[in-house]
């Protein structure tokens, strides 16, 4: 098993910024992605960002151009820059790893508990 710890959410006034984290911890060889998805209440759960180990990213339509995911090989950690924060970016933001080498087995995909993020003057 992969656990996976996010930090940085908080509440923020519209226009503003904070920077999640997301550590995996365990016996890691290597991490494939690594990626952000938020879920608001009553609906689905969308894709934020994404980012593999050789550093190409994906955006979700949402968010480009305020948001930028980047990682930390070494640490096994990612990170997910918010800027210019609207209302409807208030969600549950859930860390993703996909494609996890930990003692030589591949696990598929594992998700972190979630850290809220709420936008509101």
């Known amino acids: 098993q992969v656990q996976l710890v996010e930090s940085g959410g908080g509440l923020v006034q519209p226009g503003g910024s904070l920077r999640l984290s997301c550590a995996a911890s365990g016996t890691i060889f290597s991490i494939n992605a690594m990626g952000w998805y938020r879920q608001a209440p009553g609906k689905e759960r969308e894709l934020v960002a994404t980012i593999t180990s050789g550093g190409s990213t994906n955006y979700g339509d949402s968010v480009k151009g305020r948001f930028t995911i980047s990682r930390d090989n070494a640490k096994n950690t990612v990170y997910l820059q918010m800027n210019s924060l609207k209302p409807e970016d208030t969600a549950v933001y859930y860390c993703?790893?996909?494609?996890?080498?930990?003692?030589?087995?591949?696990?598929?995909?594992?998700w972190g508990q979630g850290t809220q993020v709420t936008v509101s003057s």
């Open positions: 993703n790893a996909d494609g996890v080498v930990d003692r030589g087995l591949l696990w598929g995909s594992s």
